[in-house]
């Protein structure tokens, strides 16, 4: 990095100064996600009876606006330096990609070999393999250059850059707003899992189904259940729970399960009413799914 700055300075680059401004927000992608990921293994205490665990969505937004910014001066000073380009050394700027090059393939490797479910993990990898497409461009752009004096494709190779960082840069703000909003976990409609649930042997209905991620991987579920009045609640309850378990690797579960002729249930349910017709297919643990008449 500090050779970069040193030598986009002489060589007049802002693709190479702009590859060294990225590759600080990998140094400091890779330290942030470290400590999120101290952080989160603490144990639950006190007020927070999840523990820590949403540092690392945190940790994965500051990663994005980082990028996000980043890419905004960047997109400024390449368009500048389209309307009036500087004599660039495209000779430097070619060999000092080259050398950015193979120091971002192996940091691409080591870090690819992480668990990337972690959207802080995930956050650091984007740093760094956006930093390897970065000097690719860059040294096209100093080849270009020393090849064919064409000075503006400096520019040209920095924008593409600042693109790069405002692709990977929205979806880690896009993926860590759904965790922090509270949203469904990507690729799981709620709708769908609410009508399986219903249509599970002896239960009626399903309703204040909500289901959310407290941080990357780690999906939770809350619902109120009725059944027939005649059913066994407990034994709807493990059914439910390793449908959930064995289709949609929901392991944190809390399920309120009630006969529905009783009166004191929710009257006014929080979404949508998932109503059953009391007789489903047969579940692959036919012993959990008695209705106990």
Known sequence: ?????????????????????????????????????????????????????RAEILSAQLNGLTLILLAAYFVYEGV????????????????TSLAGIAVNVAA??????????????EGAFQHILNDLYAFISTA???????TTGFARADAIASLLVAALMVKAGYGLLRDAGRVLME????????????TRLA??????????????EVSSGYPALSAHVLVEPAGDCHAVRRDLQELLRSRYGITHTTLEVDHIDEDFHCEDPHGPRHVGGGSAEPHEHAGDSRCGH
């Open 80 to 95: 500048q330096r389209l309307l009036h380009p500087p004599e660039v050394a495209g000779q430097l700027v070619f060999f």
């Open 1 to 53: 990095m500090t050779g970069e700055v040193v030598i986009g300075l002489m060589a007049r680059s802002l693709a190479l100064i702009s590859d060294a401004a990225h590759m600080m927000t990998d140094a400091f992608a890779i330290a942030l996600a470290l400590i999120a990921m101290r952080i989160a293994a603490r144990p639950p205490r006190g007020g927070y009876t999840y523990g820590l665990r």
């Open 199 to 212: 249509e599970r042997p002896c239960v009626e209905e399903v309703h204040d189904l909500h289901v959310w």
């Open 108 to 121: 691409t490797w080591l870090i690819g070999r992480a668990d990337r479910r972690s959207l802080n993990v």
């Open 183 to 194: 949203a469904a976990p990507a690729g799981l409609d709620p709708g769908e899992l609410g």
């Open 140 to 146: 096209i752009a100093g080849l270009v250059v020393w």
